[in-house]
């Protein structure tokens, strides 16, 4: 429906602009529709960990040191891998371009980490500052990482990291929307 002379494509007319009464759906009708379970839904355990322990650590590490979470990634994924440039970073963090250029940016700006520019292609490594501050991250982060998995055994370790290790590699599989649309006879 086009309004006249606009060119403004608008919705179909609603209920009430048609004078029709909104069709009723009782709650009981309503708990017979699906719901996602969130005590059995594995995506969810996924986003409240990372997301509790992402905030907290963030919040804590912009406290004591000025460096946010995004910082943190970098500075760690630099320490164990020198020499990288910007899409070695966003390919190693699963990070948007953007953000990881920010991110080099203000490293740079507080001498945490350095550039050794061959042309367009900057290799980044850590300054001394930023060795010291990996340093830190390094043993905070195993630390929670041990009271993270208290009560779980090394082995119980190994089994959880294959099965996160399944899980990502699974990722794309996943986030194919078209062909899951397809498996359910849904349109896109």
Request: hydrophobic share 35%.
């Amino acid at each position: 429906m086009t309004r006249a002379g606009s060119g403004l494509r608008l919705p179909p007319r609603t209920w009430h602009e048609q004078g029709r009464e909104q069709p009723m759906t009782s709650l009981e009708d309503r708990k017979q529709e699906p719901t996602i379970n969130r005590h059995t839904f594995v995506p969810h355990y996924l986003g409240v960990l990372s997301n509790n322990f992402i905030w907290s650590q963030s919040r804590f590490f912009l406290e004591a040191y000025g460096t946010g979470v995004n910082e943190i990634r970098v500075i760690s994924v630099l320490a164990d891998c020198p020499n990288l440039t910007a899409t070695g970073l966003c390919e190693a963090l699963v990070m948007n371009k953007s953000i990881v250029s920010r991110t080099v940016r203000d490293l740079l700006e507080k001498g945490l980490i350095q550039s050794g520019s061959t042309g367009r292609k900057q290799q980044l490594t850590l300054t001394d500052a930023g060795y010291e501050l990996n340093a830190r991250i390094v043993k905070i982060s195993l630390a929670r990482e041990k009271r993270l998995l208290d009560g779980l055994s090394e082995t119980d370790k190994v089994i959880l990291l294959g099965y996160l290790a399944r899980m990502a590699n699974n990722l794309d599989y996943a986030g194919d929307f078209d062909s899951l649309l397809r498996e359910l006879g849904m349109k896109g």
